[in-house]
């Protein structure tokens, strides 16, 4: 099955963070229609958030800190510990429906990952793996029916229309089991940020869903350190360091650009851009109203910024066209120097792709006065079916255990599988096995219905490991969150297909020269006019109620 579709690219215009320049958050782009008055948090009595506890853990090479910056491991903990005492499960089977981004996983019978995990949970996962590129029909259809439900739901942060509704009228409300200190019954959901909360947000005022969470960074330029240094491109630059660089970079079939067109149109990468000229992140909040970053000159900047680009020829000449997938093939053969994509995507899968052609580092800002992007913290949330108090707790506790945090036994189940089957360790770490590249948690992909806060440890690439810390280091301080993270807004519910198409058909037009720069004002009036003063009302009214 050919996984290369555009709604994955449409994932990445911003990383995992806002889904594209006018969906607010991961759960308004899943709002209300006409009459979503129920799933609006104004005038409701707001659960609180869960208490945050955080897991003590192993002692990190560098510290993380309240900008995003994540702790730096640079060796696997030499004893790990349990953070899960008693029993999880009661033997029952327990159904899920998840998004994969890879190949089917290998039957249960012959799958001694899924066994183990099962083994461990005490339950009999039976697990629906829907495609990413039929992940939007499927769950419409899911959505639709008025059958049976699974026990558990896994919602990306792709805009799906009514999504909200649907969780409101038919999952569980898990308020009263994880909302303020009531969630220290579950330690590793307690361990999550609340950040990540927030990044889900609530529907109706009630928390309907265990986040997902993802880094603070969202989207990030890869860039290919190796070339860079042999060109002496330095780490920190200018505007104009920039666009001479990927000049530099390009030439004999290479390119120092390597875009990739968004479900809407659009060009992955504008949100690089916008953040290194000072634009605010998707929205800015002032004295009680929203101003859309499509308005600012900073983003008019970012678009002069790719034109130059595609001027001068440095980008690859079939953006318009070519896959995600493809542009990170691209970008891990060396063909492009430079490559827009999620900061998620900073990782073993990523390396091995790699395979020590070229050092793997990420581009800092250029602009004077940044504005790097942050994400909303989260990548999807999970639901569960509603059912009695009992087993929506053992729902709970096998989330609480894939939640497990770094340095613990559970952890190590979820993500690198059986000790001598999937992995080995010795002093410098954890070593996977070809067994491994056939069964984990991508191809049955438990990591999407609970996932540890992320730490930064790359095992076998501690160099890579250190250059991004360092990366986050000289960017997330100046990060910016969007303020519409964890809102809803009815208009872009039902709307926002309509306003991304606006958005991305003018930044295309802009960009490759098939519109002057002075149509963007243009463009803004029509986004404006379709909906998007709207969005920025009701964004407005609902953040006035989640203070």
């Not at 963007?520 to 407005?540: F, I, M, N, P, T």
């Amino acid at each position: 099955m050919d996984h290369r579709i555009d709604r994955r690219s449409l994932l990445r215009l911003a990383g995992i963070g806002t889904l594209g320049l006018t969906f607010p958050s991961l759960l308004s782009a899943c709002g209300a229609g006409p009459s979503g008055s129920g799933v609006s948090n104004a005038g409701k009595d707001l659960a609180p958030w869960p208490t945050h506890v955080p897991f003590p853990g192993p002692a990190p090479d560098a510290p993380g800190d309240d900008s995003g910056v994540q702790p730096l491991f640079l060796r696997y903990p030499d004893q790990v510990v349990r953070s899960v005492h008693d029993p999880v499960g009661d033997g029952s089977d327990v159904t899920v429906v998840v998004v994969s981004y890879g190949a089917p996983p290998k039957p249960v019978g012959d799958n001694r990952y899924w066994q183990a995990v099962n083994a461990a949970l005490g339950v009999n996962l039976k697990v629906v793996v829907v495609p990413d590129p039929e992940y939007g029909q499927k769950m419409a259809t899911l959505m639709a029916s008025g059958g049976d439900l699974p026990d558990m739901i896994m919602f990306t942060n792709l805009a799906l229309p009514h999504a909200a509704e649907f969780v409101q009228a038919r999952c569980a409300d898990l308020s009263e089991f994880v909302g303020g200190d009531a969630v220290k019954e579950f330690p590793n959901l307690a361990n999550l940020p609340t950040y990540a909360w927030k990044g889900m947000g609530r529907i109706g005022g009630k928390l309907h869903g265990i986040p997902l969470e993802r880094p603070m960074p969202a989207n990030s330029l890869f860039v290919n350190r190796t070339a860079m240094d042999a060109a002496d491109i330095p780490k920190d630059w200018t505007t104009e360091q920039y666009l001479d660089a990927m000049k530099q970079l390009t030439g004999d079939r290479k390119w120092g650009v390597g875009w990739f067109k968004t479900l809407f149109g659009g060009l992955g990468g504008i949100t690089y851009h916008a953040g290194s000229l000072g634009a605010p992140n998707t929205w800015s909040e002032g004295g009680g109203a929203f101003t859309s970053t499509l308005t600012t000159p900073q983003f008019e900047q970012a678009l002069e910024v790719m034109r130059k680009l595609v001027e001068a020829g440095t980008h690859y000449p079939d953006s318009l066209t070519v896959s995600s997938t493809d542009m990170q093939s691209h970008f891990h053969n060396g063909t492009v120097a430079s490559m827009n994509d999620g900061f998620g995507s900073v990782g073993l899968a990523t390396l091995k792709k790699i395979n020590g052609r070229f050092a793997l580092d990420l581009g800092r800002p250029y602009g004077p006065q940044a504005t790097p992007w942050q994400g909303p913290g989260v990548f999807g949330y999970v639901t569960f079916k509603k059912a009695e108090s009992a087993r929506i707790k053992l729902l709970l506790r096998i989330v609480d255990y894939l939640s497990a945090p770094f340095g613990t036994e559970e952890y190590e189940l979820a993500n690198y599988g059986v000790e001598g089957e999937h992995f080995t360790k010795d002093a410098d770490g954890i070593t996977t096995t070809g067994l491994y590249g056939q069964e984990n948690n991508s191809l049955l992909p438990t990591k999407y219905l609970g996932t540890a806060p992320a730490v930064l440890h790359l095992p076998g690439y501690p160099d890579v490991a250190k250059s991004v810390h360092e990366w986050q280091k000289a960017s997330l301080p100046r990060s910016v969150r969007n303020p519409a993270t964890g809102l809803r807004s009815t208009t872009e519910a039902s709307k926002g297909a309509q306003l991304n198409q606006i958005i991305g058909d003018g930044i295309a037009a802009i960009t490759f020269g098939r519109k002057p720069p002075s149509a963007w004002k243009d463009v803004v009036a029509q986004w404006r006019q379709a909906g998007g003063d709207r969005v920025a009302d009701e964004l407005a009214a609902e953040h006035a109620a989640n203070r």
